[in-house]
């Protein structure tokens, strides 16, 4: 329904804006909100529950300490959310320090992800388009998107030619795309 | 090939942080100018946060959710973090507050002055102290021409004034015997000023002020 996605949009603006006044009941409703999303994006790149607490830990008091760092009017919380945790959780998995500064984590996307219902039935349709790309094309993917490797390593370790790689990977995200746009 | 074509792939590979070196050098130079591609860089990174959306799992512990609760309650939000004020901070502060001080104390002293003066003007009681000036009639007043016009005058019934040298205001003497003698004259009068009328008690000649006697 486009008006309880509207609402539910203006909802998590509201607030991540009392959030710059320091008010704790907004703060503990987003978490309640989004902790599960994070946790579970924490937790596929590290496969360690302490470790995935402790980035879910630091995606949502980052966002206490500094909510200007999302900017409603440029993208939604929950997609802005899971990709800090996949930065901090690949920064980890590497033993690395933070190399994203989360102010500059702009995406767009059509994909209503604000209820969770809604996320619920866009994780479905996200599974159901990975179950039906090639296993090839799948694992690329994740490994880019999950263990944080690049086209070259992707490339090395599946013995695949690096144009194909690439070719695989920007074609799994169009077809992500068209799955949304539908 | 246009320059959108070329960057095509690497948009999405870069989206995904899989580009390196010289490559992603490159494509990171071409996102300054080009618009079009940065708008579809953030598109490609929205696509490619969908991904997030496959990674299911357990729900975070609840004791996840309480370390936060307590980690925010311990940790005092920036913004509402009272900060400490330094000396130098106060010290236009302080500053204010003496002017505005200081200037309450003068209205204050002012209103007193004020009143006392307006009493004093009302009441006119008893001023004792001296006066020179030349002694005339009320009709005459400074134009008086010598002594024995003056003396006429006093005599006919007008009534005898002091024509002050510091003022030159006319003050009427209550009785006209207190200054007998030295009517036209230049004198000085001692006495008491009540209810603008001065009482004479004692009245001497003295010199013309400029005349050299």
């Known amino acids: 329904v486009p008006g309880a996605d509207t609402q539910s949009l203006v909802a998590d603006a509201a607030l991540v804006a009392r959030l710059r006044s320091g008010d704790q009941a907004a703060m503990t409703e987003l978490y309640d909100r989004y902790s599960s999303l994070v946790y579970s994006v924490a937790l596929r790149v590290l496969a360690d529950t302490g470790q995935a607490e402790d980035v879910l830990q630091e995606v949502f008091l980052q966002l206490w300490r500094n ?26 998995l590497r033993g690395r320090r933070e190399q994203t500064d989360i102010e500059d984590v702009v995406l767009a996307t059509d994909a209503r992800l604000d209820e969770a219902a809604d996320r619920n039935r866009a994780s479905e349709r996200v599974r159901g388009v990975l179950a039906g790309m090639p296993a090839e094309q799948r694992k690329a993917l994740e490994m880019a998107f999950f263990q944080g490797l690049t086209h070259t390593e992707i490339a090395q370790q599946n013995g695949d030619p690096l144009g194909t790689v ?12 068209k799955a949304f746009q539908a | 090939m246009s320059a959108h074509e070329q960057f095509a792939d690497d948009l999405a590979l870069h989206a ?27 598109r490609l990174r929205g696509d490619a946060a969908l991904l997030a959306l496959s990674a299911t799992g357990p729900a975070a512990p609840a004791r996840s959710r309480e370390r936060f609760v307590q980690a925010i309650t311990r940790e005092r939000h920036p913004r509402t973090v009272r900060r400490r004020r330094s000396f130098f901070e106060l010290v236009p ?38 006066w020179t000036g030349m002694i005339s009639d009320e009709r005459c007043g400074a134009s008086v ?20 040298d510091a003022s030159g205001h006319i003050i009427p003497i ?12 230049h004198v000085k009068v001692t006495g008491t000023l009540d209810q603008g009328t001065l009482t004479v008690k004692m009245v001497e000649l003295v010199a013309v002020p400029g005349s050299g006697n």
């Open chain 1, 166 to 177: 690439k070719t695989r990977i920007r074609s799994g995200l169009q077809q992500l795309r």
């Open chain 2, 93 to 130: 502060i302080f500053a204010t507050a003496v002017v505005v001080l200081i200037c309450i104390l003068l209205w204050r002293e002012n209103v007193q002055l004020r009143r006392r003066l307006d009493y004093a003007l009302a009441s006119d009681v008893g001023v004792r102290g001296t």
């Open chain 2, 16 to 42: 995904l942080g899989a580009l390196s070196g010289a490559e992603q050098q490159a494509l990171e130079q071409h996102l300054v100018s080009c618009a079009d591609c940065r708008n579809e860089f953030e």
């Open chain 1, 67 to 92: 909510p200007g760092a999302f900017n409603a009017a440029r993208g939604r919380l929950a997609p802005w959310l899971a990709v800090i945790a996949r930065h901090k959780a690949i920064d980890q």
């Open chain 2, 174 to 185: 209550a009785d006209a015997k207190t200054i007998a003698g030295h009517e036209g004259r």
């Open chain 2, 145 to 164: 021409h010598d002594a024995a016009c003056a003396s006429k005058c006093i005599g006919a019934g007008q009534r005898a004034v002091l024509v002050s």
